[in-house]
């Protein structure tokens, strides 16, 4: 009954650095997608998949790589970690059928990323 | 583009009513959702409504929606400390491709 999977809950980059941020669901939702978290903003997309091999971008996706290579992982990668990155990320998923609107989205827990 | 708007702060009393009100923009929308996030915790889906309803009740949980003036609103009665949470209002649009959230209110239950 795992979800939607999100690791590492934490992390430190110092500027400049490169890390990715793991998300994995096991209820074989099509859509998966990733957001950010800032104080009075809201969630902002960051970029989003409908399926294995397609990603699109999302509101805020500058500064950020995804790929989707199986239906089940979706990876959000920084190349050059930035102070403005610094945020909490959450990634989210649904089912997404053909043909019919998502209806909702499950959420993990969120990692929390502070850029020094 | 699609907008959310939220009043940010919200507290009542132990027992209460707390309602919640939610702006959107975008006429399309399909679904209209709120989310509940507790402290350290991701968001957790509390109700939802498809854009052609105007009501819906589950349990303590009331949602209003007025297409009309693009309102939404969840009502929980009998409101208790565990409701103190973080509320977020969203939409989707584009036939489920996107959902677009509100800035999320921050619910205070004083007991």
């Known amino acids: 009954n795992a979800g939607v999977t999100q690791t590492p809950k934490f992390q430190v980059l110092k500027t400049g650095q490169s890390m990715t941020l793991q998300c994995a669901q096991d209820m074989n939702h099509e859509y998966m997608s990733w957001y950010r978290q800032d104080p009075g903003m809201g969630l902002r997309l960051i970029h989003y998949s409908v399926g294995a091999g397609i990603t699109d971008q999302g509101e805020v996706p500058n500064g950020y790589n995804v790929s989707r290579s199986t239906t089940e992982d979706f990876p959000l990668r920084l190349l050059s970690a930035a102070p403005s990155q610094t945020s909490v990320y959450f990634c989210?998923?649904?089912?997404?059928?053909?043909?019919?609107?998502?209806?909702?989205?499950?959420f993990g827990s969120g990692t929390q990323l502070s850029v020094l | 583009g699609e907008d959310v708007e939220q009043s940010l702060f919200l507290s009542v009393r132990e027992g209460d009513s707390s309602v919640i009100n939610c702006t959107y923009t975008d006429s399309s929308s399909t679904y209209l959702y709120w989310y509940k996030q507790e402290p350290g915790a991701g968001l957790q889906l509390l109700t939802y409504?498809?854009?052609?309803?105007d009501m819906k009740q589950d349990q303590r949980l009331t949602v209003l929606l007025n297409k009309k003036d693009k309102h939404l609103s969840l009502r929980i009665a009998d409101t208790q400390t565990g409701d103190s949470a973080i509320y977020f209002c969203a939409e989707s649009y584009n036939y489920g491709q996107n959902f677009v959230f509100g800035p999320g209110t921050r619910l205070s239950v004083l007991p």
């Open positions: 989210a998923s649904s089912y997404g059928v053909s043909g019919r609107p998502n209806e909702k989205l499950f």
């Open positions: 409504i498809f854009s052609n309803m």
